[in-house]
T-cell receptor, first 113, second 116 residues
Framework: KAGVTQTPRYLIKTRGQQVTLSCSPI?????VSWYQQTPGQGLQFLFE???????NKGNFPGRFSGRQFSNSRSEMNVSTLELGDSALYLC????????????FGPGTRLTVT | AQSVTQLDSQVPVFEEAPVELRCNYS??????LFWYVQYPNQGLQLLLK??????LVKGINGFEAEFNKSQTSFHLRKPSVHISDTAEYFC??????????????FGQGTRLTINP
């Protein structure tokens, strides 16, 4: 089975711009979660989608949003980028309950200048 | 709210020596516990997980962890490390059964460095 894929792998944006990141889960997985990883704050949960519905949300401002499509692929969007949004954004997929392992993609490295 | 504390930010050890990476958690409800490993420029890979049952959990690459409910700890151990174990290790918890929703709460990570 193919793993979780994320595109693009690297991205450079300017403050004030917006960005869309994409995640394709493992075939058959209906849950997709997003995490932000920074040296200062570590790994922080952004949100989780299951069957096109946001089921869980972390403590991030409304500039961070996401969606999930009927094929379980997910996108996250960050509007009005700030320097502090520079991070590794990780996507994880799973079958969808707490007992199930989350499989992580390689991440998208976003740099905001 | 749940929180996870990894007691050591960096752990240097010599090759073939034993290692223990410490993790404590706090939660008012039952949780599931996980250890993940992150190699440079890669995503996270699951090493092992504790859901229920035996408190000693064996994982991949020779790692094991022991769940201690009274001390709210989930320390990771390996009896003999290799150079290839150099990586960052994350302890995480997730809630039980909140409509099946998944949210991993991670510790700050422990950077394990193996010296020859």
């Amino acid at each position: 089975k193919a793993g979780v894929t994320q595109t693009p792998r690297y991205l450079i944006k300017t403050r004030g711009q917006q960005v869309t990141l994409s995640c394709s889960p493992i075939s058959g997985h209906r849950s997709v979660s997003w995490y932000q990883q920074t040296p200062g704050q570590g790994l922080q949960f952004l949100f989780e989608y299951f069957s096109e519905t946001q089921r869980n949300k972390g403590n991030f401002p409304g500039r961070f949003s996401g969606r999930q499509f009927s094929n379980s692929r997910s996108e996250m969007n960050v509007s009005t980028l700030e320097l502090g949004d520079s991070a590794l954004y990780l996507c994880a997929s799973s079958l969808g309950t707490s007992v199930h392992e989350q499989y992580f993609g390689p991440g998208t490295r976003l740099t905001v200048t | 709210a749940q929180s996870v504390t990894q007691l050591d930010s960096q752990v240097p050890v010599f090759e073939e020596a034993p290692v223990e990476l410490r993790c404590n958690y706090s939660s008012s409800v039952s949780v599931y516990l996980f250890w993940y490993v992150q190699y440079p420029n890669q995503g996270l890979q699951l090493l092992l997980k504790y859901l229920s049952g035996s408190t000693l959990v064996k994982g991949i690459n020779g790692f094991e962890a022991e769940f201690n409910k009274s001390q709210t700890s989930f320390h990771l151990r390996k009896p003999s490390v290799h150079i290839s174990d150099t990586a960052e290790y994350f302890c995480a918890v997730t809630l039980l059964g909140i409509q099946g929703a998944q949210k991993l709460v991670f510790g700050q990570g422990t950077r394990l460095t193996i010296n020859p």
